[in-house]
C-alpha cells in the first residue's frame, strides 16, 4: 500500500491495516509463514537491552555509582528480590531468566506509546507495506516466550527429580496410583494450561489496547471535534498504560517464576 492511499482509508480498513504484520513465507502453509516486524523489532529491542545493561556495567565502581549504574543495579536488585521471595530452589538460573523476561517485555510493551503512524508511514515511503509495531500485540511472540518458560519448567523438574521421579508424579498425583488416568488427564490439563495462559494474558491485554489506541487515532481524525475527544481519551488511555505496561511485564515474569518452582517442588 503506498503513503498516499493511506489517508483514503476508512477507519475500519485504517485498523486493520496497521493490526496486519509484515510476513514472509519460508515454505507451504501458515505455519512456515514468519512474523517479519515481530522478528526483528524483538531481536533489535533484546540487543538494545543489552547494550544498556553493559553500558551501566561497563565502567560500575564500587564509590559513588553514576545515574545509569545506578538505575541498573536497583532494577536488578528489584528483580532479584523479586525472584529470591518466590523461587525456593537452588539453580541460579532463574534470576538471569527472570531479568530477561521482565525488561524484554518492558521494552517491547513501550513500544505502544509511539503512535503507530510514526512507524508505520515512514516505512510505507520506504515501501515496506506493514508494520505492526508491537510484537507483545502479536499472539506468535507471546506464545513463543510462554513455550521456552514451559520447556525450561519440564528441564528443572527433570533435574531435580529425575526422569523416573517425574514420571512417577505425572501418573500418581494428586489422586494416587488407583486414579492413573485422572491424575495423567489433570497434570496434562495442568502443564498445557500454564504457558497458554502466559501467552493470552500478555496478548490479550497488548492487543486490546493497541486497538484501543487506534480507534482513538481514528477519532482524532474527525474534525477538531473529534481532535479534542481524541486527544483527552487518547492522554487517559496513556497514563492508563502506562500502568498496564510495566504490570504485564511484572505478571509475566511472576509467574514464570512460580512456575518453575512449582515444577521443582514434590506433589
Same mark, same amino acid.
Do not use: D
Given at each position: 500500500?503506498?503513503?498516499? +492511499?493511506?489517508?483514503?482509508?476508512?477507519?475500519?480498513?485504517?485498523?486493520?491495516?496497521?493490526?496486519?504484520?509484515?510476513?514472509?513465507?519460508?515454505?507451504?502453509?501458515n505455519f512456515w509463514t514468519l512474523h517479519v516486524d515481530t522478528l526483528?523489532?524483538?531481536?533489535?529491542?533484546?540487543?538494545?537491552?543489552?547494550?544498556?545493561?553493559?553500558? *551501566?556495567?561497563?565502567k560500575a565502581t564500587a564509590g559513588v555509582p553514576g545515574k545509569w549504574q545506578a538505575f541498573v543495579e536497583i532494577m536488578l536488585e528489584f528483580v532479584d528480590k523479586q525472584v529470591r521471595d518466590t523461587y525456593h530452589g537452588s539453580s541460579k538460573l532463574v534470576t538471569p531468566i527472570?531479568?530477561?523476561?521482565?525488561?524484554w517485555i518492558l521494552l517491547m510493551n513501550l513500544l505502544k506509546m509511539i503512535p503507530a503512524d510514526f512507524i508505520a508511514l515512514p516505512l510505507e515511503m520506504l515501501g515496506v507495506p506493514y508494520w505492526k509495531p508491537v510484537p507483545t500485540a502479536d499472539v506468535n511472540a507471546t506464545l513463543g516466550m510462554s513455550i521456552s518458560v514451559f520447556f525450561l519448567m519440564l528441564i528443572f523438574a527433570l533435574?531435580?527429580?529425575?526422569? *523416573? *521421579?517425574?514420571?512417577? +508424579?505425572?501418573?500418581?498425583?494428586?489422586?494416587?496410583?488407583?486414579?492413573?488416568?485422572?491424575?495423567?488427564?489433570?497434570?496434562?490439563v495442568e502443564w498445557l494450561s500454564k504457558p497458554v495462559s502466559l501467552a493470552m494474558r500478555l496478548f490479550g491485554n497488548m492487543f486490546g489496547g493497541e486497538i484501543v489506541f487506534l480507534l482513538i487515532w481514528v477519532l482524532g481524525g474527525a474534525g477538531l471535534l473529534g481532535a479534542l475527544a481524541g486527544g483527552a481519551f487518547g492522554l487517559g488511555w496513556m497514563l492508563f498504560h502506562l500502568l498496564v505496561i510495566p504490570l504485564q511485564a511484572f505478571i509475566f515474569m511472576m509467574l514464570s517464576i512460580v512456575y518453575?518452582?512449582?515444577?521443582?517442588e514434590a506433589h
Open positions: 500500500m503506498a503513503a498516499g +492511499e493511506h489517508h483514503e482509508l476508512t477507519p475500519t480498513s485504517y485498523i486493520q491495516h496497521h493490526l496486519q504484520n509484515l510476513t514472509a513465507s519460508v515454505g507451504e502453509g526483528i523489532t524483538s531481536f533489535a529491542l533484546g540487543l538494545v537491552i543489552v547494550f544498556a545493561f553493559w553500558a *551501566g556495567t561497563r527472570a531479568i530477561t523476561l521482565f525488561f533435574r531435580s527429580k529425575g526422569l *523416573g *521421579g517425574f514420571t512417577h +508424579e505425572f501418573l500418581t498425583a494428586p489422586f494416587g496410583k488407583w486414579m492413573m488416568p485422572f491424575n495423567l488427564l489433570l497434570n496434562i518453575l518452582s512449582l515444577s521443582e
